[in-house]
């Protein structure tokens, strides 16, 4: 018998929460009491009265800490009466997996050690987030609660001796004080491979890269040494039929191999090169946690995350789960490209736009409204989890390739001709100081504010743009009626371009902003421009208007996507 001790601490640092869980160094996360009392607070704020006797999945991404960091929650979670974990082997899952076995299992919720997109190592970030027994990102009513009770922390409860053994897979029992716990270890791909089988057309899409009937469709997929490796060699190479040349970067890294594992152009730069040769139809790769996605075609033609969306909506029915389901609507993020907006019109669907961050989606799909979404930051999904998944997308492109039988290239210009093209593009600031950021987001609020900014004229090297509507974009929950203020400035001009500044939710250390423009083109003859070219006026006139070079004394973004 173990026996469960109460410590006394002390809250060190408010633990606010972000668009997704706690970002922070992982030398915060080291600092004695840290990680336990966000635990505790979790496990308190997070359950509530289903505390005792509850399951939870657990894993993660595999960056460094993260096996300090299971040791720490298996004892806090034996303190306080939780019955069951289900963890995967050697801590290793995905988050669209952590998803899908709290579905599968109906526990009460999921705990993922991942700091996403953002890099690992001794000196880098971690992170802690919270699922929910839908298994979405817990809702703001229920993270508030967790930070509420992290500033007040006093005492957390812990099993100091247990030990438990994660490399092997199976069960180990333990008794608390007469109260049973139980750790049970599973294979970190089995059920999520199960759940894509369901819902994809693996044999046909097999027939597609191997070459059945037609020449084969060669396949590069990066995994960025993030968790992706082991669900991308099952499904991709033991599954579907891929060479072993076809996967790379494949073995989980605890610093990713020293590289930001965010799939954008400038961090997956490597996947870019390679695909510049033309050697490849299709190329893809994942973030540190497997929730993102970025996709090329042949000679690394770009598909806009905002793009990705729109195509797979306007190809719902390539998909065998969704001809199954039937479309029940589509949503967006609001920084989002609009370019789903057009299709939804088309087909008569539902359109729902959202704040940033996947938590919104959740209650639309579990009210049956929802059946696919994305977000312009590399993530797409469904209502087959409650998290966007990465592999999940792939598949998807690979399902519409399999059926349509043309080119990723083909297929974009295809839905240009027939919607018109959304171009978009983010810049990104990272690492600025918090301070003239807030002052110029504040600058910024009341210029828009000013009678007179409706109706003003803008102007970039001929190109003139006349405000429509100027907001901070407030978005009130068709579901629950919970209302979310203050989620970014947005200015939205009469030829429906807009501008959408937001500071970021997610970053480990001083302030990140992003600034998004998406506007409409429906002269055929601009469908193949540079995004870059075509957008410029508006991105200047965007600087113009916030000051932002002047207040963040940035010249050039860090990240331009
Ligand atoms: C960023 C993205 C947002 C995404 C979030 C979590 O948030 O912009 O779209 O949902 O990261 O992604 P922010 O607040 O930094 O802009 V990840 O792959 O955690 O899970
Ligand atoms: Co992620």
Redesign the pocket.
């Known amino acids: 018998m173990l026996t469960s001790v109460k410590v006394s601490s002390t809250p060190f640092e408010g633990q606010k929460p972000?668009?997704?869980?706690l970002r922070k160094a992982v030398k915060v996360f080291s600092q004695q009491h840290y990680t336990e009392n966000f635990i505790q607070s979790l496990l308190t704020g997070g359950l509530g009265e289903s505390l005792p006797g509850s399951t939870l999945v657990l894993g993660g991404d595999g960056r460094y800490f993260l096996h300090e960091a299971v040791e720490i929650i298996v004892r806090i979670c034996a303190a306080n009466k939780v019955s069951k974990l289900i963890i995967g082997q050697n801590g290793i899952l995905s988050?669209p997996a952590v998803s899908c076995m709290i579905r599968k299992y109906k526990t009460n919720g999921g705990i993922l050690l991942?700091a996403?997109?953002n890099p690992g190592g001794p000196d880098a970030d971690f992170g802690i987030k919270f699922n929910t027994s839908n298994g979405g990102p817990a809702p703001d009513g229920v993270t508030n609660k967790i930070y509420e009770l992290s500033t007040g922390i006093k005492e957390y409860f812990i099993v100091p001796e247990l030990k438990c053994d994660i490399k092997t897979i199976g069960t180990q029992q333990f008794d608390i004080e007469g109260h049973p716990f139980t750790v049970e270890v599973v294979d970190s791909v089995s059920d999520y491979l199960e759940l894509m089988k369901e819902i994809f057309d693996f044999d046909s899409i097999k027939n597609l890269i191997c070459g059945t009937g037609q020449a084969p469709l060669k396949i590069l997929i990066n995994s960025m040494h993030g968790v992706t490796g082991p669900y991308v060699s099952r499904i991709f190479c033991d599954e579907l039929g891929a060479s072993a040349e076809s996967v790379v970067n494949v073995i989980p890294l605890n610093d990713f191999g020293g590289h930001h594992p965010d799939p954008n152009l400038t961090y997956a730069a490597d996947l870019v090169e390679a695909m510049k040769k033309g050697a490849f139809g299709l190329g893809a790769a994942f973030?540190g946690?497997g929730?993102?996605n970025m996709i090329l075609g042949e000679k690394a033609f770009f598909v806009t995350p905002s793009d990705s969306l729109a195509v797979i909506a306007n190809n719902m029915d390539c998909i065998p789960y969704f001809r199954r389901t039937g479309v029940r609507g589509f949503a967006r993020?609001m920084?989002t490209g609009a370019a789903v907006d057009r299709v939804a019109a088309k087909l008569q669907k539902n359109m729902y736009e959202v704040p940033?961050?996947?938590k919104y989606f959740g209650n639309l799909m579990d009210a049956g409204q929802l059946s696919l979404c994305g977000?312009?930051?590399f993530?797409t999904g469904s209502d087959h989890i409650r998290e966007?998944d990465g592999i999940w997308a792939i598949l998807a492109w690979l399902s519409i390739l399999a059926v349509r039988k043309q080119t990723v290239e083909e297929i974009l210009k295809n839905h240009w001709t027939l919607y018109g093209r959304n171009f978009f593009t983010r810049y990104d600031y990272e690492n600025c100081d918090s301070e003239p950021c807030n002052k110029m987001m504040d600058d910024l609020e009341s210029l828009m504010n000013e009678p007179s900014f409706i109706g003003s004229t803008h102007e970039f090297e001929g190109k003139s743009f006349i405000v429509a509507l100027a907001d901070n974009f407030s978005y009130t929950d068709p579901i629950d009626g919970s209302i979310s203020t203050k989620q970014g400035l947005r200015i939205i001009f009469q030829d429906g371009s807009r501008i959408v500044i937001?500071l970021?939710?997610?970053?480990s250390s001083g302030a990140?902003v992003?600034l998004y423009i998406d506007s409409y083109e429906s002269d055929a003859d601009k469908y193949l421009l540079d995004a870059q070219v075509m957008l410029k006026p508006l991105v200047q006139i965007a600087l113009r208007i916030s000051k932002l070079r002047e207040l963040t004394g940035r010249d050039e973004p860090t990240v331009i996507t």
Do not use: A, F, L, Q
């Not at 972000?18 to 869980?21: D, I, K, L, P, V």
């Open positions: 972000g668009t997704s869980g988050t991942t996403s997109h973030d946690d929730d993102r993020s920084p940033t961050g996947w977000e312009e930051s993530g966007k937001r970021s939710g997610t970053g990140t992003r």
